[in-house]
């Protein structure tokens, strides 16, 4: 097996934006996660741009003196790829093209790659080959612009829009033949599901890379696939978990991320039927990064579209060993205190502190608080199952005196 630093690199420059809907603080944030992506997906970033602007440029995104700048940069270091947050629409990607002479990718096009890298099973794969062909078939035309450039050459013309025609047929066939595919994997899967019984059944959810592989790791002693990269996991893992003696089957899924692809939302719905469908979600939320708020709203929005916001939710904030407020300096009259300079104890007495027992601070990789962790699951799981069975109340004392 290859290791990764014996694999080179692709070299990669961001290009970002800052908008009155997006600030300077927004933008940065926005393009660290993008570089992110781009060394999960096997790049090096060189470089990051920005521009400030009204709005994106509708014809090339940023505007012609920062483009030429970026073109100048791409031609003296050899960069291969110029990767773009937002998402361009497909006349933006071909003007782009164009002018750059490389290879050019937005936000949607690499979450779609590190996906296509990342999907194991034949499910996985099948969606994403879905969400690929959704996201190629407008910008088929940019991939024969080599007919464009040969403007009046005899018999171009015509047999270029036709190939253009043949290929969004094929595009199109292709479509209606993987969504047949979904439906038939997605009445199996709802066959799998059925015959669980009626167990209790609990989701992982939350943003990607916030640990929710290695919580189920640690509690159902299972070995699903963890690493410090985004969407290390994209299929659905479901274990049998017994916590003292209540059993209960605990789904991992695939993690959220903000500006997350259309095509993915619609193609992914089906997968996240295990979220769906079950009784309790456990919101995990990696609270050693500065902007994990944010990272709930957007978890909370992918959520609204699948109908599971009324679901019973537990916050569970992970990585408390990683995290470290920024230091303030109390004598300093200029600069004021933000929330960047909370200590956890100040956290809990925010929002966190007013959904009470719902919320939990652990850190999974040290194991630290999980005893705590596992009460309150065993607490809302067997009042679940009581509820759903109350003559199997006797089997399930209160966890104090199950310890005991």
Known sequence: MIEKKDIALEKAVLIGVITRDQDETQSKEYLDELEFLTYTAGGEVVKRFIQKMDMPNSKTFIGSGKMQDVQDFIEEHEIGTAIFDDELSPAQERNISKILNCKVLDRTNLILDIFAQRAQTSYARTQVELAQCQYLLPRLKGMWTHLERQKGGIGMRGPGETEIETDRRIVRDKIALLKEKIKTIDKQMATQRGNRGKMVRVALVGYTNVG?????????????FAEDKLFATLDTTVRKVVVKNLPFLMSDTVGFIRKLPTQLVESFKSTLDEVREADLLLHVVDISHPNFEEHIESVNKILGEISSLDTPTIMVFNKIDNYEPEEFDEEDTETERTKAHYSLDEWRKTWMGKIGNNAIFISAL?????EDFKK???????QIHITRFPYNHFLYPDYDENHA
């Open 212 to 224: 929710k592989s290695t919580l189920m790791n640690v509690i159902s002693k299972s070995n699903v």
């Open 366 to 370: 040290n194991k630290e608080n999980l």
């Open 376 to 382: 309150r699951v065993y607490d809302e799981v067997r």
